[in-house]
């Protein structure tokens, strides 16, 4: 600091020349992060299913069977990737594959074309919250018939 820029309104413009670096900063940061997520978001809408899509199914499968699990997370997404953010999974009102889009639209289709034929169902979770909030969608598969 110069000594003639040593007086309170000098060190109060400094403050705030700071502050607006600092904003400067954040908002630089939170434009880099927006655009990351819209270039995830165009990739999750543009993705398709890799071609041994049921190979991988069965190798997921047989993890779940040898850890003892009677069901095995298939899929996951971020709940805001559904048009209505995962609320018609968490409250169970409507039909919530009416609300998927993207790749989990189509991750849907193949377990009805593949998977369900097979006799597997399917149930749709909410994997994680964060801040009371619904993180991450998961596709659970099951291979186990009701009990009668």
Do not use: C
């Not at 309104?9 to 700071?18: F, P, T």
């Not at 997520?37 to 398709?48: I, P, S, V």
């Not at 889009?101 to 749709?124: C, D, I, V």
Request: hydrophobic share 35%; aromatic share 10%.
């Amino acid at each position: 600091m110069d000594l003639k820029d040593f007086t309170a309104d000098g060190i109060q413009a400094r403050l705030q020349r700071k502050r607006d670096a600092e904003r400067a900063k954040e908002r630089a940061q939170h434009d880099a992060a927006a655009a990351d997520h819209a270039a995830l978001r165009e990739a999750f809408e543009k993705r398709e299913l890799p071609p041994d899509a049921l190979h991988r199914v069965m190798m997921m499968v047989d993890r779940a069977i040898e850890n003892g699990s009677k069901d095995a997370l298939v899929y996951r997404f971020p709940s805001d990737y559904m048009d209505d953010s995962g609320r018609s999974i968490t409250s169970g009102y409507g039909d919530w594959t009416q609300r998927l889009t993207g790749a989990a639209r189509r991750a849907h289709a193949f377990f009805k074309s593949e998977l369900e034929p097979r006799g597997f169902s399917l149930r749709a979770g909410i994997v994680e919250y964060k801040d009371g909030i619904p993180g991450d969608v998961g596709f659970y598969l099951s291979w186990n018939k009701p009990e009668k």
